[in-house]
């Protein structure tokens, strides 16, 4: 079972930055991908962005194209979502996720184990 831990989220005003960092409690060679996704009150949990373990291959949400960075840290299990030029319709919980599966894909249920999230809140 690998487990996830988020931290980085918090309050910040609209075109500020946050990092937000997942690590993973191991890196067993079973997961291929990691994601993070978002979910805000009322709404679904959407995919944001998603990294390759191996290669390091990258997948973005057209929604934060240009202003958020997935990366990654091998030697510390880690993942990193860098978040520039913030807005106020970025505000919500904010998942880590790893999948066992080597492609990229965007919906929930392809990924196999998720964090208990981070809260981010852009406000105006």
């Known amino acids: 079972q690998v487990r996830l831990v988020e931290s980085g989220g918090g309050l910040v005003q609209a075109g500020g930055s946050l990092r937000l960092s997942c690590v993973a409690s191991?890196?067993?060679?079973?997961?291929?991908?990691m994601g993070w996704f978002r979910q805000a009150p009322g709404k679904e949990r959407e995919f944001v962005a998603a990294?390759?373990?191996?290669?390091?291959?990258?997948y973005n949400a057209d929604s934060v194209k240009g202003r958020f960075t997935i990366s990654k840290d091998n030697a510390k299990n880690t993942v990193y979502l860098q978040m520039n030029s913030l807005k106020p319709e970025d505000t919500a919980n904010y998942y880590c996720a790893a999948a066992r599966s080597y492609y990229i894909r965007t919906g929930a249920d392809n990924f196999d184990y998720w964090g208990q999230g981070t809260q981010v809140t852009v406000s105006s």
């Open positions: 990294i390759r373990w191996s290669g390091g291959s990258t």
């Open positions: 191991e890196r067993t060679f079973s997961i291929q991908t």
